[in-house]
């Protein structure tokens, strides 16, 4: 099944710097197998507050990443720029908005 | 500009509970101009945990309902079995991923 990784990310350096190492972890993510898509988006309530969404096709996918030593390094390396509040989810509902 | 509405929800009451009157609640955005979709999700690191998020086609179409009588009653109603942490969002990054 999907897994969609919610990641909140409170900044602890400039929006800049965040978003110039989260670009270089992004493009590790995106070359590998099961990654499907992700959004960025920054919130307007909070502006030191981004949230990446991410679907990769599933959890084993994102799981077998965990170890490899790039996957060390650019975590290491975002918790210089922000404090991430990862969160694993699963989909429980998915709705299109009603025709007009 | 599209509006993403990110909304974590810590439950309060049970799953069954909370999905029950979110339905209700997002059976009523659906129906609204401007909404354009909403994905639910349910964390698997921490399963009291759900995040809701909502693709509108701008923020004016979604401020014009806080004060709806419907709205009020919604949001009185999820208050009940769970606590919410709204962030209207914009978008800063869609990427796909790389094709294989």
Redesign the interface.
Known sequence: MAL?L?N?FVLTATPEEF?KV??ET?EFM??QPG????????????PT???N?AEWTD?EALLSLNDRPEMVEHRAEIRTVAIPD?????????????PR
Chains 1, 2 share one sequence.
């Open positions: 969609v919610v909140k978003e989260f670009r992004a995106r070359a990654f499907l898509r992700y959004r960025l988006v920054r919130s307007d309530t909070d507050v981004y949230i969404i959890r990862p969160h694993f989810c699963s989909p429980v509902l998915d709705v299109e908005g009603a």
